[in-house]
């Protein structure tokens, strides 16, 4: 079973910037396609970005501009750059394989957008 460890999540002000990023395990990460999601107090989890193992990248419209993903398949490692967060980012943040996720997640990173 893959392993999906996301940190980096905490409390920043409206307009800032965080970097989250996701651990994972497994021999076949490179060829993977990974994506980030994320959950909101009270709404269904919902799909942010995913990165191909070609690098092509999606995002949801609401973040386009604002958040960047990326991986280095060498540390197994996905991250999201999200920048000029608003306080509608506030979430829980799952990363997990794209655009079918693994029937399991991770502890998730916690990122509240507040004054």
């Known amino acids: 079973q893959v392993q999906l460890v996301e940190s980096g999540g905490g409390l920043v002000q409206p307009g800032g910037s965080l970097r989250l990023s996701c651990a994972a395990s497994?021999?076949?990460?490179?060829?993977?396609?990974m994506g980030w999601y994320r959950q909101a107090p009270g709404k269904q989890r919902e799909l942010v970005a995913g990165i191909f193992s070609s690098g092509n990248t999606n995002y949801v419209d609401s973040v386009k501009g604002r958040f960047t993903i990326s991986r280095d398949n060498a540390k197994k490692t996905v991250y999201l750059q999200m920048n000029s967060l608003k306080p509608e980012d506030t979430a829980v943040y799952y990363c997990n394989k794209y655009p079918f996720p693994y029937g399991y997640w991770g502890q998730g990173t916690q990122v509240t957008v507040s004054s």
């Open positions: 497994g021999s076949f990460f490179s060829i993977t396609a």
